[in-house]
């Protein structure tokens, strides 16, 4: 059981390139998420999803796009690269339930954008 | 609506000396509570969580924390720090919803000396 898995984990952007983040779980989760987590600013919600062919929209989800077209699958995607996107992107998931339930987190996926 | 404020960016003890980490949440209905670890260059795993059930909840690695209702409050403790639990820490919450998602304080950074 390989939890949630992220890649790359590391990568370096030219302002305006693209890329896509990606993020799998062999949990049988319902529910993914995707945070941004800046110094000092603990963790901010981007996306999220409620299950295969639903997502919506987080705190800070402008510059990205995601789509959910399997349960095991939630990229996340960069289409216009800024400066203001370096960040370290941690995707998490959880099982279906009343909101008390854990979310495991991914090890994150460093960017830096110039 | 629902936040969390931690307060203090930084804590630091003694190895041996009480671990005391402030969490006060804000929140329009009954929440769950989160404490999460994050060790250097890793994601966030969580240390415990309340949901309703023992006011006092015990995690992992000696910590533990207790619900006050009345303070809405839930403050992370461990009667004696090692030098391991140098992290930072997460207080984050949510709703009774199954739709909800998580809040996350922007962290307190634990730093141990011998």
């Known amino acids: 059981n390989a939890g949630v898995t992220q890649t790359p984990k590391f990568r370096i952007l030219k302002i305006g390139q693209s890329m896509t983040l990606q993020c799998t779980q062999d949990?049988?989760?319902?529910?993914m998420y995707w945070y941004r987590q800046d110094p000092g600013m603990g963790l901010k919600l981007i996306y999220y999803s409620v299950g295969a062919g639903i997502t919506d929209k987080g705190e800070v989800p402008n510059g990205y796009n995601v789509s959910r077209s399997t349960t095991e699958d939630f990229p996340l995607r960069l289409e216009l690269a800024a400066p203001s996107q370096t960040s370290v992107y941690f995707c998490?998931?959880?099982?279906?339930?009343?909101?008390?339930?854990?979310?495991?987190f991914g090890p994150g996926t460093r960017l830096l954008v110039l | 609506a629902q936040s969390v404020t931690q307060l203090g960016s930084h804590v630091s003890v003694s190895e041996g000396a009480l671990v005391l980490l402030r969490c006060n949440y804000s929140?329009?209905?009954?929440?769950?509570l989160f404490w999460y670890v994050q060790y250097p260059n890793q994601g966030l795993q969580l240390l415990l969580k309340?949901?309703?059930?023992?006011?006092l909840v015990k995690g992992i690695n000696g910590f533990e924390a207790e619900f006050k209702k009345s303070e809405t409050s839930f403050h992370l403790t461990k009667p004696s720090a090692h030098m391991s639990d140098a992290a930072e820490y997460f207080c984050a919450v949510t709703m009774n919803s199954g739709y909800s998602t998580l809040t996350f304080g922007k962290g307190t950074m634990l730093l141990v000396s011998p």
């Open positions: 929140s329009s209905v009954p929440p769950y």
């Open positions: 998490a998931s959880r099982s279906i339930g009343t909101g008390g339930e854990t979310q495991y």
């Open positions: 309340y949901t309703s059930a023992a006011t």
């Open positions: 949990m049988n989760h319902n529910y």
